[in-house]
C-alpha cells in the first residue's frame, strides 16, 4: 500500500449536554481527523485525544503536531505491505498512542475498503449486535442526575456508568439504586480521582450492588488498585493504566484488577486492542468498549471491536444521539439497548460530506 496524502481535519462538534468528570467539564469536542488516500483507495480514522492533556497526556494539537512532524513523514516516505506494518514503522516514536491508533485505523479502513473486508470481521468479532452502556457525567445535584438517569434508562440503554469523585458518590449512587432498583446494571468511574486515603471510603461502594469500579487511582499506581482490589468485594476495573496488552497482563497478575475497559486509542489502535482483549480472555478476564466521546466515524469501529467474544459486558458504545444533535455519519440508533455492528468494509462508516465540511475548523494535507 502506498500513501500518496494524507488529510488531518479538525472539526468542532458541540455537544447535546455538558459532560462533567472528576478531571473537567467539556462541552464541545475538538476532534482530529485523519484520511489517508493510497493507491488502493482511502480511509478513515478518528483522533481520540482531547483539547487538553487531563484525560492522559495527549491533546488534539499536540497528536496533530505528532502526526505531521514523526508519523506521517514515515508512512508517506514508502510502501507499507499493511497497516499491520505502521507500529514498527513508528516504533522510535514513544508514546502518542492516540496519534498512532488514528492513522493506524485510517490505513487499515483503506486496506479492509479494499479487501472488501468489515472491521469487524477481520479483527474475529462473533455477533451483529453489542449490548449498549451510557456513561452520566457529574450533575449540578442529585436530583437532575435521576432524571437524566431515567432518560436512558428509558431509551434502553442496558447498563448505567456514573462518574463519581470525592463528593459526588456514595449519595448519588444510592439514589440511583433506588429509584431504578437493583436488577439495574449500575458500575461507575473516577478517573483516577482518589488517593489511597480513600481506601475505607471506596469499601463502603460494597453497599450498592456495583458492576465494577473503574480506575479510581492514578494511572501509575497498580500497587494502590491491589490493594483495594484486596479491600473491596467491588470488582475492579482498569482504564488510564491499560496502555497495552502487555500491561493489560501485567495489572490483572498482580491483582489490581478483574475487569478491563478497552479503548484503541489508549492501547494506539485497534490492533492492540484486540491483543488487550485476547490476554484477558486467556487470563479470564472480562472486557469491556469504553468511549471517548467519539462522532459516528470512531463508534463505528468501537462496536466492531465490541463484537470480539471476550466483550461480555455492555460498552460506552451509546447512540450518536447521546452526544451529538447532528453526527457526521449516519447516526447509530439504538434499538432495544443494542447498536448494529457495522458490516460494510473497513471500519463501516463515512463522514457525510455536507456535514463534515460545515463542522470543519481546519484542515491540512502532508505529502512525500
Ligand atoms: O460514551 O464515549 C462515551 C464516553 C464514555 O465516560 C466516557 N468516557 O473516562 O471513559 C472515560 C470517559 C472519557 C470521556 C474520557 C472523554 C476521556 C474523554
Request: contains cysteine.
Amino acid at each position: 500500500m502506498k500513501v500518496e496524502m494524507v488529510e488531518l481535519r479538525r472539526i468542532a462538534m458541540p455537544l447535546v449536554r455538558p459532560f462533567r468528570t472528576s478531571f473537567g467539564t467539556q462541552t464541545a469536542r475538538d476532534i482530529l481527523l485523519v484520511r489517508v488516500v493510497t493507491d488502493v483507495g482511502e480511509g478513515w480514522g478518528e483522533c481520540v485525544a482531547l483539547a487538553d492533556p487531563v484525560y492522559s497526556s495527549e491533546y488534539v494539537a499536540g497528536a496533530q503536531q505528532v502526526l505531521r512532524q514523526y508519523l506521517v513523514p514515515q508512512v508517506v516516505a514508502a510502501p507499507l505491505g499493511s497497516a499491520r506494518q505502521l507500529a514498527s514503522r513508528v516504533s522510535a516514536v514513544i508514546g502518542h498512542r492516540m496519534a498512532k491508533a488514528a492513522l493506524e485505523t485510517a490505513l487499515l479502513d483503506a486496506e479492509l475498503r479494499a479487501a472488501s473486508l468489515s472491521l469487524a470481521a477481520y479483527l474475529g468479532g462473533v455477533r451483529d449486535r453489542v449490548d449498549c452502556g451510557v456513561s452520566v457525567g457529574i450533575a449540578p445535584s442529585v436530583p437532575e442526575l435521576v432524571d437524566e438517569v431515567r432518560g436512558y434508562v428509558e431509551q434502553g440503554y442496558r447498563r448505567i456508568k456514573l462518574k463519581v469523585e470525592p463528593g459526588w458518590d456514595l449519595e448519588p449512587m444510592a439514589a440511583v439504586r433506588a429509584e431504578f432498583g437493583d436488577d439495574l446494571l449500575l458500575q461507575v468511574d473516577a478517573n483516577t480521582a482518589y488517593t489511597t486515603t480513600d481506601l475505607r471510603h471506596l469499601a463502603r461502594f460494597d453497599d450498592l450492588g456495583l458492576l465494577l469500579i473503574e480506575q479510581p487511582f492514578a494511572e501509575e499506581d497498580i500497587e494502590a488498585h491491589v490493594r483495594l482490589a484486596a479491600t473491596i468485594a467491588t470488582p475492579v476495573c482498569l482504564d488510564e493504566s491499560v496502555v497495552s496488552a502487555a500491561s493489560a497482563a501485567d495489572a490483572i497478575r498482580r491483582g489490581a484488577c478483574s475487569v478491563v475497559n478497552v479503548k484503541a486509542g489508549r492501547v494506539g489502535g485497534y490492533l492492540e486492542a484486540a491483543r488487550v482483549h485476547d490476554v484477558c480472555a486467556a487470563l479470564g478476564v472480562p472486557v469491556w468498549c469504553g468511549g471517548m466521546l467519539e462522532t459516528g466515524l470512531g463508534r463505528a469501529a468501537n462496536v466492531a471491536l465490541a463484537s470480539l467474544p471476550g466483550f461480555t459486558l455492555p460498552g460506552d458504545t451509546s447512540a450518536s444521539s447521546r452526544f451529538y444533535r447532528e453526527d457526521i455519519t449516519e447516526p447509530f440508533v439504538l434499538e432495544d439497548g443494542r447498536l448494529p455492528v457495522p458490516q460494510g468494509p473497513g471500519i463501516g462508516g463515512l463522514p457525510l460530506p455536507e456535514v463534515l465540511d460545515r463542522v470543519t475548523t481546519s484542515r491540512e494535507e502532508l505529502r512525500a
